[in-house]
């Protein structure tokens, strides 16, 4: 069975500081992990996968098919970048079902 | 708004009452998605449709859940008998088909069931 771990429910961090959010998950495969975001207000949107290899809004991560965890970075935090961030995995190469993390709130203080 | 829409926005219920939720996907998109969402946790896979074939439904998906997609453009998500259980943020996606490409969610229908 598939499945996407977010260890944490809440981050709280000041302006500048490091951001890392955590995910691990459990596939019998390869799979495609992704980081969605919600923005206060508005609908879930891709914020980055680990195909693309892009940094997007300063985020970044890395896939580590060793330790199976997928974590987001960002090396300075924005105030903007207050939102629900949620860890999923879908199958490799084939546009299917995502099953995702419980997901962690980021607040990012001024 | 050209982006996945939703409607109602919210209903609310009474239990053993049916309920019906429409999701317009993006126009060339041929692959849409049904999730649940409750609070604390992350959006659980209820079905999705190729065009008008469902193809695949989640155990999560009872008896009292029916999805269509008739002409594989808008579909419907009906819930007969709702349960208070059934309270939750119901959410559609649509994608091309093809591999490596991003679904994108509407904003959701908030259903209450008192």
């Known amino acids: 069975a598939q499945r996407v771990t977010q260890p944490e429910k809440l981050l709280s961090v000041f302006k500048g500081a490091p951001v890392e959010l955590k995910c691990n998950y459990s596939y019998s495969g390869s799979p495609e992990l992704f980081w969605y975001v919600q923005y206060s207000r508005q609908r879930l949107q891709l914020l980055l996968r680990?195909?693309s290899r892009e940094s997007i809004k300063g985020f970044t991560a890395d896939l580590n098919k060793g330790e199976t965890s997928f974590h987001l970075k960002k090396p300075f935090a924005q105030e903007e970048d207050s939102a629900m961030y949620y860890c999923?995995?879908?199958?490799?190469?084939?546009?299917?079902?995502?099953?995702f993390g419980k997901g962690i709130t980021l607040s990012v203080r001024p | 708004d050209t982006g996945v829409s939703q409607n109602p926005r919210h209903k609310i219920t009474k239990r053993g009452q049916n309920v019906t939720f429409r999701c317009d996907p993006i126009?060339?998109?041929?692959?849409l998605y049904w999730y649940r969402q409750t609070l604390g946790q992350g959006p659980e896979f209820l079905t999705y449709?190729?065009?008008?074939?469902?193809?695949?439904k989640s155990r999560l998906l009872s008896d009292r859940f029916s999805a269509e997609r008739p002409k594989g453009s808008f579909s419907t998500l009906e819930i007969q008998r709702t349960e208070q259980g059934d309270s939750a943020m119901y959410l559609c996606?649509?994608?091309?088909?093809?591999?490596?490409?991003?679904?994108?969610f509407g904003q959701g229908t908030r259903l209450t069931v008192v």
């Open positions: 126009s060339e998109h041929n692959r």
């Open positions: 999923a995995l879908s199958k490799t190469g084939a546009n299917s079902k995502l099953t």
């Open positions: 996606a649509s994608s091309s088909q093809g591999g490596n490409t991003e679904a994108f």
């Open positions: 449709f190729q065009n008008e074939a469902q193809l695949e």
């Open positions: 680990h195909i």
